[in-house]
T-cell receptor
Framework: AQSVTQLDSQVPVFEEAPVELRCNYSSSVSVYLFWYVQYPNQGLQLLLK??????LVKGINGFEAEFNKSQTSFHLRKPSVHISDTAEYFCAVSDPGRRALTFGSGTRLQVQP | NAGVTQTPKFQVLKTGQSMTLQCAQD?????MYWYRQDPGMGLRLIYYSASEGTTDKGEVPNGYNVSRLNKREFSLRLESAAPSQTSVYFC??????????????FGPGTRLTVL
C-alpha cells in the first residue's frame, strides 16, 4: 500500500523568504509524485509532477521539487514567496498500476508581510 | 470551457435524509473521481470511474453510491446521511482511463453539513 506523510501541518514564512514543504512517501513500486495547491475556497490545481527522468521538476508560479529515491522524499521549494502563495499544499502519490491518487494530509503555507 | 463543475456549492441535511451531488466535466475526459476532504486528513477517494459505464470503490465507499450517467457526468448519492459524512466533497476528472500519471482536474467542491 502507498502512503504519503507531510511532515509540517503549518509553515509560517515572511514574504520574499525561501520555503521548503516536506513530503515523504512509501511505496513498493515505481511511483509518480504530485504537488497540488488549494487556494482558499477553491478546488485543487496541479503545481508540478514527477513521472520519470530528471529528478528536479519545475512547476508553475516558481515552485520546484526534487525527487529523492533513496530518501523517498519529494520536497517542494520556492526561493522567494509572495503573499499570493498563501494556500494549502498537498503531496500525492500514484503508480502505473493505479488510477487514483493517495494524498498527504496537507501543509498550510502562511505568508506574512 | 468551464472545466469541472459541481452542484450544489453548499448543503445542510438532517440525519437520515438523502441527496445527490452532481458533477460534470466538459474536457472530454475518460476518468472521473469523487473525494472527500476532512481537516487534517487530506483528500480520500470515495469512488472513481475509469470510463463510461464503469465504477470502482475507493478508500472510503461506505454510505455512498455513484452513477456514471454518461461521459460528462458522475453523481454521488448519500442514501441516508449521517453526521460522519459532514465534509467537503470534490469531484475530479482526468484524461485517460488509467496508469496513474494523469493530471487530475478538480471542481470547486460541495460543502455538506449533516445535523
Amino acid at each position: 500500500a502507498q502512503s504519503v506523510t507531510q511532515l509540517d501541518s503549518q509553515v509560517p514564512v515572511f514574504e520574499e523568504a525561501p520555503v521548503e514543504l516536506r513530503c515523504n512517501y512509501s511505496s513498493s513500486v515505481s511511483v509518480y509524485l504530485f504537488w497540488y495547491v488549494q487556494y482558499p475556497n477553491q478546488g485543487l490545481q496541479l503545481l508540478l509532477k514527477y513521472l520519470s527522468g530528471s529528478t528536479l521538476v519545475k512547476g508553475i508560479n516558481g515552485f520546484e521539487a526534487e525527487f529523492n529515491k533513496s530518501q523517498t522524499s519529494f520536497h517542494l521549494r520556492k526561493p522567494s514567496v509572495h503573499i499570493s502563495d498563501t494556500a494549502e499544499y498537498f503531496c500525492a502519490v500514484s503508480d502505473p498500476g493505479r488510477r487514483a491518487l493517495t494524498f498527504g494530509s496537507g501543509t498550510r503555507l502562511q505568508v506574512q508581510p | 470551457n468551464a472545466g469541472v463543475t459541481q452542484t450544489p456549492k453548499f448543503q445542510v441535511l438532517k440525519t437520515g435524509q438523502s441527496m445527490t451531488l452532481q458533477c460534470a466535466q466538459d474536457m472530454n475526459h475518460n476518468s472521473m473521481y469523487w473525494y472527500r476532504q476532512d481537516p487534517g486528513m487530506g483528500l480520500r477517494l470515495i469512488y472513481y470511474s475509469a470510463s463510461e459505464g464503469t465504477t470502482d470503490k475507493g478508500e472510503v465507499p461506505n454510505g455512498y453510491n455513484v452513477s456514471r450517467l454518461n461521459k460528462r457526468e458522475f453523481s454521488l448519492r448519500l442514501e441516508s446521511a449521517a453526521p460522519s459524512q459532514t465534509s467537503v466533497y470534490f469531484c475530479a476528472s482526468s484524461e485517460t482511463g488509467g496508469g496513474g500519471a494523469d493530471t487530475q482536474y478538480f471542481g470547486p467542491g460541495t460543502r455538506l453539513t449533516v445535523l
